[in-house]
């Protein structure tokens, strides 16, 4: 349930799944992280990257020159939200190592985004099952999500990796992974919620 906290507006939760298997794994535990999240008092939406038809990034540079991309497409529509979201849970299974392409084709488009869309202060959560039982093996994807997130300032508050969950469904049956896929989203609301505060060196206001 999303609430008013002594008058200012209830945190926004945005989930973005990049499976293409509507109702597997990564839906899953991205509905998950923003049950956390609406229970921490967010309002919470979602969306599938496989549904919002978005093209790759061309390389044509033009939104360099302009500001904004040449496309007109899913990504367009997805902005708006991500602006107006303080929270973003971004979901992904792991495919060869690595993101979907329906997923990748949406951070190569941060390219155009980034020169007028405020990345800063995002709080996210970042949500990956893979069939490995090697958490590791996700280390890759997760540390180039990272350095991206990182550039574009954005600030990781939880990863959430599900090996072995390799078969739809397998994520519902696993209650340590669901668990913490629910506390992840109410601490990603929390830290959204905090004041900002600026600080001098010896630590007071």
């Known amino acids: 349930m999303a609430a008013r906290t002594k008058g200012k507006e209830a945190v926004a939760a945005l989930g973005i799944s990049g499976s293409p298997?509507?109702?597997?794994?990564?839906?899953?535990?991205v509905a998950e992280v923003l049950a956390g999240a609406a229970e921490a008092g967010a309002k919470t939406a979602k969306k599938r990257l496989a549904d919002l038809a978005i093209g790759p990034c061309r390389g044509c540079c033009a939104c360099v020159r302009t500001g904004k991309c040449v496309q007109d497409d899913g990504m367009t529509d997805l902005l708006s939200p991500m602006e107006k979201s303080g929270v973003w849970v971004l979901g992904s299974p792991l495919y060869w190592w690595g993101p979907t392409a329906q997923f990748k084709a949406f951070v190569d488009r941060w390219f155009g985004a980034i020169r007028?869309?405020?990345?800063?202060?995002?709080?996210?959560?970042?949500?990956?099952?893979?069939?490995?039982?090697?958490?590791?093996?996700?280390?890759?994807?997760?540390?180039?999500?990272?350095?991206?997130?990182?550039?574009?300032?954005?600030?990781?508050?939880?990863?959430?990796?599900?090996?072995?969950?390799?078969?739809?469904?397998?994520?519902?049956?696993?209650?340590?992974?669901?668990?913490?896929?629910?506390?992840?989203?109410?601490?990603?609301?929390?830290?959204?919620?905090?004041?900002?505060?600026?600080?001098?060196?010896?630590?007071?206001?």
């Open 21 to 29: 298997r509507r109702g597997g794994n990564t839906d899953v535990l």
């Open 116 to 205: 007028k869309f405020p990345f800063k202060g995002k709080k996210v959560v970042l949500v990956m099952p893979l069939g490995d039982t090697d958490p590791s093996a996700a280390s890759h994807a997760i540390g180039m999500l990272r350095r991206g997130l990182d550039y574009v300032g954005a600030e990781i508050t939880d990863v959430i990796l599900g090996p072995g969950l390799g078969d739809k469904g397998d994520a519902r049956k696993n209650v340590g992974v669901l668990r913490k896929a629910r506390h992840a989203g109410a601490h990603a609301v929390r830290m959204a919620a905090k004041p900002s505060q600026s600080r001098t060196t010896n630590g007071r206001e």
